[in-house]
DNA sequence: GTGAAAGCGCTAACAC
DNA sequence: GTGTTAGCGCTTTCAC
């Protein structure tokens, strides 16, 4: 309504600031970017103005111009268990750690979440938009080969995800196959002989996690964990333990849970199955994120270290932004003991 | 390295796929839109080169000329209590419901976390910058006021937060002081006579919960409610309650939790201090997150929609882009009465 | 139905 | 130090 009764001219563009400054576009934007050189008295009186009509330059056009948007990309794709996985907090803390890491580098952040059921070329075109310098995906989702084949030909890109033997993607994750261990073991040494995994065992990271449990169990001459698959939504997911425990109630003495939000989910459930923990049932979750604390009693895990992933998803695309080829980066899980295991 | 072995002509614009297709970047450009008249031949030709060789056309440059880039902002001002707000949980399923409304609308988003403090021109800078076509803001912090100087020149603006008479720029939020009301009001019923509100009163969102309260305290002849400081990160927050809890223990038996994490936090700690919940001390949250059904006890709660608010949000910046001018809106809050109070 | 041409707002190489 | 010029890749009149 009332925008251009303060100032006298509307400024749109640099070369309308170069008209109210005497000077040519080529030195104020000379100017505004603060580099090469500029008379001292020009700059001042240039930024003055600019300030004065609350200008900036356009970053789509300087963008457009210099090849290069100071974007990246955040992609985050949806797999079968669609709805879910995102609003999972692990995800979303690790998003929000990336926004302070890309903003201290100077980046800004493009959110997309995709399901790539529906658009299988879900990842070429995020890319191929022009829009941003490089990409962290989030997650591999069931999409583990779209993923490597990008790879191929595309460099400035890091996945969060799971480390496999001869990958060709630069991948950032925790070592799930050993915090499978150690949650087992830990299991096992509380006295559990009859174990069961908790979690979608055909998500890549939760396999990992399944099969390290497997190693652990059957390197102790335990028997075979039992698989209890479920989805990540809370309400699907209370369902389907209580299902679980129904069907397996007594059969089961040590749950590893695939994360903490699904060991916290099972906490209550097995409360209002009136199995004792860690009495009768042993209980260990994975990720350890702040609700691991504040259960009752207080869930023994297995910790991811999300600062330290998402600094590490950050250094690692701003090497391969400036040429570098990078390696894969496995980060060590840490087990930790409270209450219920 | 190997990207070009695959395809004879690397095809990095629009120009080179005309020269291959044998027409021209008009052509090529209508075409690829899939509006305005093509021959329907020519079209299919056109289509089947860009898949081939995985070319999609710049939205940088298509902004640029067309003046709108498809992006929206969504900016996350921390004030103060810096570290914290931001992995709020709230804030995080809010950002995930946004992200899934603005795809749906043909949207992308960007996102920005700033430290105002740091950065006066944080609001300006964002919008000014080209990149976006408008702009969300969640959370109003302590930055009512920048919020409004820009609400007046600047139009495609929606705000998450609390709503106040007589304010110029468009806000979508629960009605904190109506929730407040009704949080107090069922302690009050619970039998509590000795009230306390848990949260840092001078984020607005919460001083109007906090001044809600204390509307029904007084209509129903209760004594004031006495304010409990915290901050909002769980390390800082957990000493805080239990530093409170010691100096007023006795003092207290209804308390008024801003936020369910901060109640949950709580829990934990009364636990601690040997207080039984509900029957020594009643506690009301705020919010409804997960979280709220897995406390034990579970929490009782005031609910907001945080589905309908990012509805809600999407829905009036469109408007607005589209060059409405738009009410705020005010969302009812909702008592979800668990085992706590 | 398609081509030619102008230009979105900016930057950088090249003059001077 | 600063002006001039030529685009970045796209869309969109205006012709034909």
């Not at 006298?8 to 640099?14: K, S």
């Not at 009509?53 to 669609?82: C, E, W, Y």
């Not at 923990?277 to 979750?285: F, Q, S, T």
């Amino acid at each position: 309504m009332n925008d251009d009764k303060t100032t006298r001219t509307t400024v749109r563009n640099i070369t309308d600031l170069a008209r109210l400054a005497g000077v040519s576009a080529g030195t104020v934007s000379r100017a505004l970017a603060g580099k090469s050189l500029v008379n001292a008295k020009t700059r001042e009186r240039i930024e003055a103005l600019a300030r004065e009509h609350g200008f900036r330059p356009n970053q789509m056009a300087s963008g457009l111009r210099r090849q290069k948007t100071s974007v990246v990309g955040v992609i985050i794709p949806l797999g079968h268990d669609v709805r879910q996985q995102i609003s999972d907090s692990f995800f979303m803390t690790l998003l929000g750690h990336l926004a302070d890491e890309l903003t201290h580098e100077g980046y800004d952040l493009m959110l997309r979440r995709v399901v790539p059921d529906n658009d299988p070329d879900w990842l070429d075109r995020f890319i191929g938009s022009g829009m941003i310098d490089g990409v962290i995906v989030i997650g591999q989702s069931d999409q583990f080969d779209r993923i490597e084949d990008v790879a191929d030909g595309y460099n400035p890109m890091v996945v969060w995800g799971n480390h496999t033997e001869g990958q060709r993607h630069c991948v950032v994750g925790t070592d799930n196959r050993l915090g499978g261990r150690l949650a087992a073991e830990r299991l096992i040494a509380a006295g559990a002989r009859r174990l069961a995994f908790l979690g979608d065992t055909t998500a890549i990271e939760f396999a990992a996690r399944f099969a390290g449990a497997q190693d652990a169990a059957r390197r102790l001459g335990i028997g075979p964990i039992m698989a209890l698959p479920t989805h990540l939504s809370p309400e699907r997911a209370s369902a389907e333990i209580a299902a679980h425990l129904a069907a397996h109630a007594g059969a089961i003495d040590g749950i590893f849970a695939a994360t903490d939000t699904l060991a916290a989910l099972c906490l209550t459930e097995l409360r209002g199955h009136g199995f004792a923990v860690p009495e009768a049932v042993k209980l260990v979750g994975f990720d350890d994120l702040p609700i691991a604390r504040q259960t009752v009693p207080p869930l023994t895990t297995v910790r991811q270290d999300i600062a330290a992933g998402a600094r590490a998803l950050v250094d690692l695309l701003l090497r391969r932004l400036a040429g570098e080829t990078t390696e894969s980066l496995v980060l060590p899980p840490e087990l930790v003991v409270r209450k219920t295991a």
